[in-house]
């Protein structure tokens, strides 16, 4: 209206003043309509009263920019990712075998190809550089790679095991890294809620200066095969790779039944075995680094195996307290099949099984005049070796012990 009365209502500008009017009116509307605060990249500027970015749907969809991968279909590029697992479940192997496979443009385990090769830093303790460098040998020495010498690799490696934030930034930009794996993970509070505070400026320091962070951290208990399973403090993942034995380790064997299960926001998830063999000292060849993914079903089959191998042992197991609960001469086989509590259909093939392994026997004792049925026993073992004395490794010591 100030407008219409600049012009001096004058009725013969009637078609000025109308023209007038609808320009203040399409100002209004803009002014209205959040569509029309885009920034030229395509995102809205916020409100004076909200501090929301908003979209149209339209906008939203232009702006969704395509994936780009580390490992293609597994792993992608500028999201928080982290290696779960608890201790002594070989995160930091498999670790080592993530950081090599990326900065050599190999394969992940032997078996996913990175999408090319990538300048990846490891940050670590000192504490741990000759497990570290063991591991790099065997990876290298395993790898059918040109760049077994891994130059795009760069290790940091700290007297105290903290990650300084100032520290892995200046390291960041002076090795130009697009990926920087952080193992073992050490922070300094206790506490969940300041650990997390802790964990999100490392995610985001290596975010803001262009590399994907991945963290190991150990889980506080056992982990099966999702994402529930992801510590509270670890929210800020957006992909995870869980591992986890699922055998017991034999101790000396140098080997390694695992289970990785693999999720993210992107969609991507699966679950393998993964079977590593590590040899020991005392092979001719040293310590090595053989691995072998297993399929799903293969883990099925293998699980139900143990599990009826496991359930099969249990039931051993009470036969033989039946047998040492009756009397010698009171032993048949239905008074122990009675007294073990197993029913018929899933004591015979168990039974069988003992005769035949020689864990159970007819007892020779057994009058069969007066005895219709044959009563049994354990099988006796070999009696066990002579308990000899302890030898002393110092001969001064046992000298004094001789009374003079």
């Known amino acids: ?14 078609a000025d003043y109308a023209a007038i009017l609808h320009k203040s009116r399409a100002e209004q509307r803009d002014c209205d309509d959040p569509s029309s605060r885009v920034r030229k990249n395509g995102r809205q500027e916020p409100s004076g009263d909200s501090s929301f970015l908003e979209f149209t749907t339209e906008q939203l969809l232009e702006q969704q920019e395509p994936l780009r991968w580390l490992l293609p279909g597994m792993l992608t590029q500028n999201e928080p990712a982290v290696i779960v697992g608890p201790s002594k479940s070989l995160k930091t192997s498999i670790a080592v075998d993530l950081c090599a496979a990326l900065a050599s443009g190999e394969k992940f385990l032997g078996q996913f190809a990175a999408a090319r090769a990538f300048r990846v830093g490891l940050v670590s303790s000192t504490t741990d550089q000759h497990a570290l460098t063991d591991l790099a040998r065997r990876w290298s020495a395993a790898s059918s790679s040109r760049s077994k010498r891994l130059p795009n690799l760069t290790w940091a490696l700290s007297s105290d095991g903290s990650t300084n934030l100032e520290n892995l930034r200046a390291w960041i930009a002076k090795h130009q890294l697009e990926v920087v794996v952080i193992d073992p993970l050490r922070l300094t509070s206790t506490g969940k809620s300041t650990q997390a505070a802790q964990l999100c400026d490392l995610v985001r320091c290596c975010l803001e200066n262009g590399a994907t962070p991945i963290l190991c951290c150990q889980s506080r208990k056992a982990i099966k095969s999702d994402a529930s399973d992801i510590p509270r403090e670890l929210g800020f993942a957006r992909q995870w790779l869980l591992v986890r034995h699922r055998q017991n380790y034999l101790p000396g064997s140098g080997q390694h039944r695992l289970q990785l299960t693999l999720g993210g926001y992107a969609g991507q998830g699966g679950e393998w075995g993964v079977d590593i063999d590590e040899g020991s000292l005392q092979d001719p060849t040293g310590r090595r680094w053989d ?7 293969s883990i099925a089959d293998e699980t139900a195996a143990c599990e009826a191998e496991a359930h099969a042992q249990r039931l051993r197991a009470k036969i033989r307290v039946a047998i040492q609960s009756v009397a010698e001469n009171d032993a048949f086989k239905s008074r122990i099949r009675e007294r073990s509590g197993i029913s018929g259909a899933r004591f015979e093939p168990v039974w069988s099984q003992m005769l035949a392994a020689g864990e159970v026997e007819p007892n020779p004792s057994c009058d069969r005049k007066t005895h219709v049925h044959p009563t049994y026993r354990l099988a006796e073992r070999g009696s066990p070796p002579e308990k000899k004395e302890a030898v002393r490794s110092n001969p001064e010591a046992a000298q004094r012990a001789v009374p003079t």
């Open 1 to 14: 209206m100030c407008a219409v009365l600049d012009h001096g209502c004058q009725l013969a500008h009637f």
């Open 291 to 297: 691995v072998t993914l297993r399929e799903p079903q």
